[in-house]
């Protein structure tokens, strides 16, 4: 019975997020809400403090699903050119080369839209995961500003 409510709690508190946040009605994508924030850069720890802040984590992809999904919705919004770079919410940060999301604490399993060459560290300083070009994963130093991309936590 506790589990049910808490689940209860969560989804409902997801509802009441999506219906007074207060923020344009983000687009559904395979079962997951995305914000793309492309007005401002900001570095790759702020850009998951202003997602936690809204209830959200930065963006997680999971499957080719999800990477054809977020890939036409930045097509369809024209955000794939090599003027826009995203945040996404990989990390190596605990152990570099050990890639995970950090909404979730997921490794990293599905991997096939990194440059060719990535995740390499060459640059010792690079551990946060960025898409570029709207459908490739690189590693950038988490310290440059970018603009970013949420997901719902729900």
């Known amino acids: 019975?506790?589990?049910?409510?808490?689940?209860?709690?969560?989804?409902?508190s997801c509802l009441?997020?999506?219906l007074t946040a207060g923020l344009p009605s983000p687009p559904e994508v395979?079962?997951?809400?995305?914000?793309?924030?492309?007005?401002?850069?900001?570095n790759?720890?702020?850009?998951?403090?202003?997602c936690n802040f809204n209830k959200m984590t930065l963006a997680t992809v999971d499957s080719i699903e999800d990477?054809?999904?977020?890939?036409?919705?930045?097509?369809d919004k024209g955000l794939t050119s090599s003027t826009y770079q995203f945040w996404l919410g990989g990390t190596d940060n605990a152990l570099?080369?050990?890639w995970y999301w950090f909404g979730t604490g997921a490794p990293v399993v599905y991997t096939s839209p990194w440059l060719t060459g990535k995740p390499g560290?060459?640059?010792?300083?690079?551990?946060?995961?960025?898409?570029?070009?709207?459908?490739?994963?690189?590693?950038?130093n988490c310290a440059k500003e970018l603009y970013f991309i949420c997901q719902n936590l729900c």
């Open 67 to 75: 990477s054809d999904n977020l890939s036409d919705l930045l097509d």
């Open 44 to 50: 790759w720890y702020k850009a998951e403090q202003l």
């Open 1 to 12: 019975m506790f589990k049910l409510l808490v689940f209860a709690l969560t989804l409902s």
């Open 121 to 140: 560290n060459a640059n010792k300083n690079d551990h946060c995961m960025s898409l570029q070009d709207g459908d490739s994963w690189t590693v950038t």
């Open 30 to 42: 395979a079962n997951k809400t995305y914000t793309v924030v492309f007005t401002n850069k900001v």
């Open 16 to 18: 009441v997020f999506s």
């Open 96 to 98: 570099t080369g050990d």
